[in-house]
């Protein structure tokens, strides 16, 4: 899900698909364990598919010994409380769609302009309640441009990646919060999701 530069009611579609999805596999359970824009795909008729699902669980995280060592990159969407080794659980899921919106918005990768490079640098960084910088002005480099929808799309993607789990949005209050002003063709956009619509792996 790499489509940087389509208007902002596609990327809104593809991102209510993607909590519709959450909303869905939340209500059964599961996680998604390892959400990003590169685990999160688009068919050929623009139907976004979840992949790699599970069940609540602790997340592989390097030994510590070896923090320094270890580059940040593939460790970039977990969620405070993961980085601190507690389970991956459903408001983790939130978070990672806080660095997804983010990435959108901004059209870069999470955390590399603080010069976030091993683990240990993440772990500490996301742990103190930082996060990416977020510009208040939409034309200082934020791709949606439009300042009602910049600005709701930033609140939304704050409230996801809050530091403490419970005061996270849900999938279900992502949808409402996204949708509660301005455009009210994204009411065309809240879909239902099945089994078809994830591919799983076992676990």
Known sequence: ?????APYDVLLGDM???LNGLEYLHSKGLVHLDL???TVAVDSNHVVKLTNIGKPREASLPH???FDATKAEGYVYLAPEVLRGQDYVTESDMYAVGLMMWEICYRGTAYVDENVKTFAELKSFVCS????KTPEDPSDGGYIREPRDYNKWTAVMACCWANEPESRLTASSWRENINKTG???SGSLRLSFHDEHFQTNDT
Do not use: C, E, I, W
Request: glycine share 4%; hydrophobic share 20%.
């Open 129 to 132: 309640n930082r996060r990416p």
């Open 16 to 18: 209510t698909q993607v």
């Open 64 to 66: 510590q010994g070896s």
């Open 36 to 38: 990003s824009l590169s």
């Open 183 to 185: 455009d009210s063709r």
């Open 1 to 5: 899900m790499k489509n940087a530069y």
